[in-house]
């Protein structure tokens, strides 16, 4: 049993091979559930409108088509403001961390972070979803 608290989790990025991937990894995380997969911001949108439940964390990907990881953040502070943000990219320049968290974004990891990383970024960004919900 996990001393932390469940997480629900989605991820939006249009590598499949990557989501399956970070999907796999984070189902050995206890205290991660991934309620579903997008392979972009607009098919994240759309699966929230419809979703019975929705999650506490969104894993994204900066750069994809349609809707990018910017656009979608943006959208979703909007639309669902509890739903806390995580941008995954290879870019790692300052003024861009800055301006996505601006933007409404909860967190900020690199492609190559450790697992535990993410999962620090993840209880990191869960902890406000979290406590605000209730």
Partial sequence: MSAYPTVRLAIADDH???RKGL???????QEVEVLFE???GQELLER?????VRPDVVLMDLQ?????????TRLLRAQYPRIRVIIISMHD???????LKTEGAHGYLLK?????EMRTA????????????K
């Fill in 16 to 18: 499949i091979l990557f």
């Fill in 23 to 29: 999907r796999a990894l984070l189902g050995g995380f």
């Fill in 38 to 40: 997008a392979g972009d």
């Fill in 48 to 52: 929230l409108d419809h979703e019975p």
């Fill in 64 to 72: 994809m088509p349609t809707l990018d990881g910017l656009q979608t």
């Fill in 93 to 99: 320049e300052p003024e861009l961390i800055e301006s």
């Fill in 112 to 116: 190559n972070a450790s697992p535990e």
């Fill in 122 to 133: 993840i209880r990191a960004a869960a902890g406000h979803a979290l406590t605000s919900t």
